[in-house]
């Protein structure tokens, strides 16, 4: 199905349209998500409701712009929100202190799962640089595009951009040397 | 080659958000030679978790259509003979309270119809005419505040003297 017929389709409320666009961008929307949370229930949660949300506002979507685009603007506001809701239960449980199982719930279930996850090196980031480095490397996005799902000027999503690649190129030559060095 | 160290030291010099973004805009991203000491796609495509690298879409699916509301196709139920008749027990339940409020009402209402003609009935009571003993009588109408009764007292005018 092309997709102008599944956003026609679900835009008439056909359920077979809905699953086709979850077929067709769920993989996409699922690994930015899980770039930029680094956890796959969150991930997971975050793509549920990013669909959720197309399905509703679906007769917003500019025609003019990209589908894509508009999704994982969609994707990173939601991936946003799901990290200042985790930040904010971190700290009432700091001040609380008390361990909260839920916490743990999102370990266990990184444990059993043989889902890979984004390597560690990327918490290093913050979620808009992440954001950029994982677009611009895994779906070849421009500075442009970019500021499009960042909702920044393009210069800005060039700094990200660079800030991110460097942080990480830094840290894997600071491993490398350790390595050799020890 | 120069002002690539140069900035490369003030960047390391001053770590400052607004002049090392301004710093970026204005070299190390137009600068090939900055560029170069960068993550490379390939290196940042190891690091990350790619959209083929991910698996369970069908879950995924499943997952949203049921918080959707609206079934995977193949998987749509149909309604249970048992919610079925649920559905009209609750209906008729439904009916006969409505039926019973409504002859309620208007019994209500009857009633309130009736009490409002005995107020007309008193608000219109006249007397026209009094004879006691053949004569006309003074005649006083009273009605205590707040009741539909009335009182009539007649009594025999007193003859004049002389």
């Known amino acids: 199905m092309e997709e102008r017929d599944i956003i026609e389709g679900c835009l008439r409320g ?17 690994s930015v998500a899980l770039n930029v949370l680094g956890n796959r229930q969150d991930a997971e949660d975050v793509c549920q409701e990013t669909f959720l949300q197309v399905f509703r506002r679906l007769d917003r979507y500019d025609r003019e712009r990209s589908f894509k685009t508009w999704l994982l603007t969609i994707a990173y506001r939601r991936s946003l929100d799901m990290l200042r809701k985790k930040r904010r239960f971190r700290e009432f449980s700091e001040r609380a202190r008390f361990e909260p199982a839920v916490m743990r719930r999102g370990e266990a279930a990184e444990r059993g799962d043989p889902e890979p996850l984004p390597s560690k090196l990327l918490e290093t980031l913050s979620p808009r640089e992440r954001t950029a480095l994982c677009l611009w490397a895994s779906e070849g996005y421009t500075a442009k595009d970019i500021s499009e799902v960042l909702a920044c000027s393009a210069s800005t999503a060039r700094v990200y951009l660079f800030n991110a690649r460097r942080k990480i190129k830094s840290l894997l030559e600071n491993d490398h040397g350790l390595l050799q060095n020890g | 080659m120069a002002s690539c160290r140069t900035v490369e030291r003030l960047y390391a010099a001053l770590p400052l958000r607004p002049f090392r973004d301004w710093l970026i805009r204005t070299h190390m991203d137009r600068c090939p030679r900055c560029q170069a000491g960068l993550l490379s796609r390939e290196e940042a495509k190891s690091l990350l978790v790619g959209p083929d690298q991910v698996v369970g879409a069908d879950r995924l699916w499943r997952r949203i259509a049921g918080e959707a509301g609206c079934a995977a196709s193949g998987a749509r139920s149909t309604p249970s003979p048992v919610g079925v008749t649920w559905r009209w ?30 107020v007309a009935a008193a608000d219109r009571f006249q007397i026209d005419y009094v004879h006691v003993g053949g004569a006309p009588a003074q005649t ?3 009605q205590p ?18």
Do not use: H
């Open chain 2, 140 to 142: 006083f109408v009273y």
């Open chain 2, 89 to 118: 027990a609750a209906a008729a339940a439904m009916a006969a309270a409505i039926a019973v409020t409504g002859f309620w009402l208007l019994r209500e209402v009857g009633r309130s119809g009736s009490e409002a003609k005995i």
């Open chain 2, 145 to 162: 505040q707040g009741t539909d009764t009335v009182f009539v007292w007649a009594s025999r005018t007193p003859e004049k003297e002389g």
């Open chain 1, 14 to 30: 056909s359920p077979a349209s809905d699953q086709a666009m979850v077929e067709a961008y769920g993989t996409l929307v699922l």
